[in-house]
């Protein structure tokens, strides 16, 4: 998607304001933006048609859930990986892939209960078609997680 170029500062406000916390209400979103609740509403009605908010989501801690082990895997490929993007969205286990530039095809975030299930979800990686190679390296700690700022 091409940069929306006509984002005004209350648009901004409004986007940040949503980012800390989605489920405000459209009252409360007006009164910080100067608007009433009905302008609020509207302002992101239109933020949505325009592919600026793309979905609304809840942020799970991931080790409440028992996902204690992130991985960043490196993908290495013997063919263009452009075009395998359901194959790497059926390992439920990957949060992200992104095709990259550079000695590998794709990079992949990934998210296990244990080294274990990691290793598993290789095991998955090297069953997909021009895959010859993974390089995993599992984060020890995450110091912070950000959205793009508005």
Not at 9 to 23: F, K
Not at 35 to 54: D, Y
Request: aromatic share 4%.
């Amino acid at each position: 998607m091409a940069p929306v170029d006509n984002l005004d500062n209350t648009d901004r406000v409004l986007l940040t304001l949503l980012q800390q916390d989605a489920g405000k209400a459209y009252a409360v979103l007006g009164k910080a933006i100067g608007l009433s609740a009905g302008a609020a509403h509207e302002r992101v009605r239109k933020l949505r048609e325009r592919g600026v908010i793309r979905r609304t989501r809840v942020d799970v801690d991931p080790a409440a859930l028992g996902l204690g082990v992130l991985a960043f895997v490196m993908v290495e490929s013997s063919a263009w990986m452009g075009d395998s993007a359901d194959a790497f969205a059926a390992i439920p286990e990957i949060e992200e892939a992104h095709v990259i530039a550079g000695s590998a095809s794709i990079l992949v975030k990934v998210r296990t209960a244990t080294t274990e299930q990691l290793q598993d979800v290789l095991r998955r990686l090297y069953a997909i078609d021009g895959v010859c190679g993974t390089q995993a390296t599992v984060a020890l700690e995450t110091f912070f997680e950000r959205p793009p700022a508005p």
